[in-house]
């Protein structure tokens, strides 16, 4: 298999999120068909990386999902922010991001 590489010797990154939509039921769902689409599109190849954003609270399904089924996706948040801690309503750390 021959993966793609652009001028700067980067795989091309296909992204997107879901803003506020879908709780961790559907997002689990939704992000199967999702993954069974690029399979049917063979972007798993390796010429294109996948990658989903999905809010903080669906995250732990998608690392779920992704991880048991294989998914040819990545994943990570939606929103970082410049804080570690601290008393930063609805904000989320790197050091939460990164568990």
Same mark, same amino acid.
């Given at each position: 298999?021959?993966?793609?590489?652009?001028?700067?010797?980067?795989?091309?990154?296909?992204?997107?999120?879901?803003?506020?939509n879908?709780?961790?039921?559907?997002?689990?769902?939704?992000?199967?068909?999702?993954?069974?689409?690029?399979?049917?599109?063979? $972007?798993?190849?390796?010429?294109?990386?996948?990658?989903?954003?999905?809010?903080?609270? =669906?995250?732990?399904?998608?690392?779920?999902?992704? %991880?048991?089924?294989? $998914?040819?996706?990545?994943?990570?948040?939606?929103? $970082?922010?410049?804080? =570690?801690?601290g008393?930063?309503? %609805?904000?989320?750390?790197?050091?939460? $991001?990164?568990?």
């Open positions: 298999m021959t993966t793609f590489r652009n001028s700067e010797g980067r795989v091309p990154l296909i992204a997107g999120n879901w803003k506020m879908l709780d961790h039921h559907q997002a689990a769902e939704s992000l199967r068909m999702f993954a069974a689409s690029i399979d049917g599109a063979r $972007l798993k190849s390796g010429n294109v990386e996948v990658a989903i954003f999905p809010p903080f609270t =669906d995250l732990p399904a998608v690392q779920h999902a992704v %991880g048991t089924e294989a $998914l040819p996706l990545s994943y990570g948040g939606q929103d $970082l922010s410049p804080f =570690d801690a008393a930063h309503t %609805g904000d989320i750390s790197g050091l939460f $991001l990164a568990r």
